[in-house]
């Protein structure tokens, strides 16, 4: 069967072994069978740079490279450092923070989906900030220890801060949807990073439109399907 599919948010880390075992049983039973996978952020739970000597990412960088089917990576809001140079290692290709798709006759949007929570302003300062790439640049030239530090952190600061946020700032604005899917002429759009899995149906300047969501995997697994009956979104079991 002919079918594109698409993961997002699985937060990989050597915290997380059965996470990963789920990642590398999906690669071997699903991926293999399909025509490519996108991989829509949030792959890893932090990245510090491509010179990370991680195990886990060795064995994930040999995972993909041996899955037979074009890979695509769009970046995350937790591996947005994540490079041309471990994407080879990967056999991946690394596209824009917004991507326009034509699958199957029908056009779509995908993307991390961190763009879209505009109402959280206090999240887009930051991202506005660690997305200057004189300021990439400048980290990734510290020593790898201090990286790991400065990380660590940023990682306990988020995660106090986000304690005391809504859940309604942290999702997605539907002005933002519609802008975006407007812009790009789209009437179905594809992102993660809310961890709220859902399919959106709404109306779009007269026409059906939908956003659909990505599940993290957290106790499961998440993925959207796109074939040539339309779009399925799928959990299924580590």
Known sequence: MSRTLFIADLHLCQDEPAITAG????????AHLCDALYILGDLFEAWIGD???NPLHQQIAAALKALP??????????????GQRFAATCG????????VLTLYGQRL?????????????GYQRFRAKVHQRWLQK??????????????????ADSKQANQHKS???MDVNQQAVIEAMTCQQVRLLIHGHTHRPAIHEFVLQGENAQRVVLGAWHQQG????????????IEFPF
């Not at 980290?139 to 940023?154: C, G, S, V």
Request: net charge negative; charged share 25%; glycine share 4%.
């Open 167 to 169: 859940l309604s700032i």
């Open 109 to 121: 949007l995908i993307m991390h989906g961190d763009t879209l929570c505009t109402d959280d302003e």
């Open 23 to 30: 990642f590398l049983h999906f690669l071997q039973r699903e």
């Open 69 to 82: 089917v074009p890979k695509y990576f769009i970046h995350g809001n937790r591996d947005f450092l994540l």
């Open 222 to 233: 998440s993925m959207v399907q796109v074939d040539a009956d339309g779009v399925r979104l």
């Open 138 to 155: 400048l980290f990734l030239a510290l020593p790898l220890r201090l990286r790991m530090r400065i990380a660590a952190r940023m990682r």
């Open 92 to 99: 991946m290709t690394l596209l824009p923070e917004e991507q």
């Open 51 to 53: 010179d990370d000597p």
